[in-house]
């Protein structure tokens, strides 16, 4: 069916393409935009990752779709007005994935608390027509019975407002599969060595290698991007005549615990933490997610590890306002992500420079050999950044001009012509696909075993099967990472069940024993990054 993906047909496409018009390297929530905004214009489009699809930043967000109330404080009013625009337009387009979300700021004295109504009334009013709905105060009674763990000592009530909230991984390969449906190619696992360039030293395409074959492939187009995120200068260096791109990656980390510990339906957000930062508590799948941090690291990697001042900041700030006190024994998951923070070359060395005052807005970077570098952002604005990256790569490439049509494009899972969008929580993530996944268990009952409970009809081994077949999963990580989700959720359950997901997964891709063991050993060496406290 269209829209589903398949590696190997990608592949015999590659074969057959002479020149592309655009190749993008990245595919994270940037390049994946980028690779539908050209798709769906009828731009020739080929996206390159050397991992799985949001491997990096973009599966480790605080999953909110939103416009940013801290930025209003810093007086950002443009950047929050564009991210309450796009919110509104991913939620039309992706409402199997987007859902409104109430948020609750806890107000502990009477000024802070006005500042905050006023603050959120000016957030709403820039959402317009795409209003999630009304902020109102909230009296300390109302506050309790929203939170029953709050401590409730010089409480004097909440502000409550409205933002959205999302599966990030989910959301990028409904990306992938969306832009598949508008005639786009990519390829996972397909890591760029080099570019190429033709007569005056102009970018022509890449020198790519297929990481499971290891086959190298020269791959021509009329203009290639760099949405590599916090590795973008790595690809700069690449290109000789590059602009210099001044990345300071920031990290952000989380946690994840039992819903016992914030049983509200509720997000509250804690404003003012130590390091300046807002802090949330959010529910996620029947769990809590609490975070984020904001730390400066010397260099990018590509599966960073939280570190253990920043685990403490957030138990610290967690206990500070909650009865119930937890430990770090009782953390489920911690993961963290890079930031792609642009800096000018004056402020790159500064010391004083904190990660909360650099801009989250992007950047277009446009080298003298033509290639295109996008550059900082963030989910919510993921499209806007693709329609203006796009717009550039027409000017730079001389293409056909055609407009972008994103803003009312139907994200792959959106809608469905057999059945209304599901009312169960789990499977509407998959949107239309759910109907393809218990067809499968029509045929054979025993693919609705659960992998994690007798008593269970989720993590079923028809999700496995379905996620190789059609959603390009080449490893254990890409299935229990980032589409269960459930390595960020419960990194011991993970490790529970990886060896019952390989040996689903050897069959489906034709694998022999000695993979089906080095993909559990290299799991589980992974997993115990996110297992708290670490093993």
Do not use: C
């Given at each position: 069916m269209k829209g589903f993906l398949n590696r190997d047909r990608f592949l015999d496409i590659l074969e057959n393409v002479n020149i592309w018009?655009?190749?993008?390297?990245?595919?994270?929530?940037t390049g994946l935009g980028i690779a539908l905004d050209s798709s769906s214009r009828g731009y020739k489009t080929l996206l390159l990752e050397q991992s799985d699809f949001s491997k990096g930043t973009s599966s480790r967000s605080t999953k909110l779709i939103h416009g940013g109330i801290r930025y209003l404080s810093q007086g950002n009013i443009k950047l929050v007005y564009e991210a309450l625009q796009e919110r509104g337009f991913l939620l039309k387009n992706a409402p199997h994935l987007v859902k409104k979300q109430k948020f609750i700021i806890p107000v502990f004295n009477w000024k802070m608390g006005i500042m905050y109504w006023a603050g959120l009334k000016l957030y709403e009013w820039l959402s317009g027509s795409l209003s999630f709905g009304k902020s109102q105060f909230l009296s300390q009674k109302e506050m309790i019975k929203?939170?029953?763990?709050?401590?409730?000592?010089?409480?004097?009530?909440?502000?409550l407002y409205y933002d959205g909230q999302f599966d990030d991984a989910r959301l990028a390969i409904n990306l992938a599969q969306t832009c598949v449906q508008k005639g786009g190619i990519l390829l996972n696992y397909f890591k760029v060595k080099s570019l190429l360039k033709e007569v005056g030293n102009k970018v022509s395409g890449v020198v790519a290698c297929d990481l499971e074959t290891k086959k190298k492939y020269s791959i021509y187009s009329k203009i290639v991007i760099n949405a590599t995120g916090v590795f973008s200068d790595s690809i700069s260096k690449m290109d000789e005549s590059s602009c210099p791109i001044f990345i300071k990656p920031s990290q952000g980390t989380h946690i994840v615990l039992n819903k016992s510990f914030f049983r509200s339906s509720n997000a509250i957000v804690i404003p003012k933490t130590t390091d300046g930062r807002v802090l949330f508590c959010v529910p996620w799948n029947n769990h809590v997610l609490v975070g984020t941090t904001d730390t400066?690291?010397?260099?990018?990697?590509?599966?960073?590890?939280?570190?253990?001042?920043?685990?403490?900041?957030?138990?610290?700030?967690?206990?500070?306002?909650?009865?119930?006190?937890?430990?770090?024994?009782?953390?489920?998951?911690?993961?963290?992500?890079?930031?792609?923070?642009f800096v000018s070359s004056n402020n790159y060395c500064s010391d004083t420079i904190k990660t909360k005052d650099i801009s989250r807005y992007h950047k277009l970077?446009?080298?003298?050999s033509g290639l295109i570098s996008i550059i900082g952002?963030?989910?919510?604005?993921?499209?806007?950044?693709?329609?203006?990256?796009?717009?550039?790569a027409i000017e730079i490439g001389n293409l056909q001009k055609s407009p972008s049509v994103t803003k009312n494009l139907k994200i792959y899972g959106s809608y469905s012509s057999y059945d209304q969008k599901s009312q169960n929580l789990y499977w509407n993530k998959y949107g239309e696909d759910e109907y393809h996944i218990k067809k499968l268990i029509e045929k054979n009952p025993l693919l609705g075993v659960s992998l994690i409970s007798k008593d269970s009809s989720y993590y079923t081994e028809a999700e496995v099967i379905w996620m190789v077949r059609y959603e390009m999963a080449r490893t254990i990580e890409d299935v229990l990472a980032r589409r269960f989700r459930l390595l960020f959720l419960n990194a011991k359950k993970a490790i529970d069940i990886a060896p019952r997901v390989a040996a689903l997964m050897a069959k489906e891709l034709s694998r022999d024993d000695k993979w089906e063991k080095s993909q559990i050993d290299a799991f589980k060496k992974l997993a115990m990054q996110y297992y708290y406290p670490p093993v």
């Open positions: 018009d655009i190749i993008i390297i990245g595919g994270g929530a929203y939170f029953p763990e709050i401590k409730n000592k010089e409480l004097k009530g909440g502000v400066f690291l010397e260099k990018s990697v590509l599966e960073p590890k939280p570190l253990e001042e920043e685990i403490d900041f957030i138990l610290q700030t967690f206990n500070k306002y909650f009865i119930l006190h937890i430990k770090k024994s009782d953390i489920l998951s911690a993961f963290s992500g890079l930031r792609p923070l970077i446009i080298s003298s952002g963030k989910w919510t604005t993921y499209r806007k950044m693709a329609e203006d990256t796009v717009n550039k």
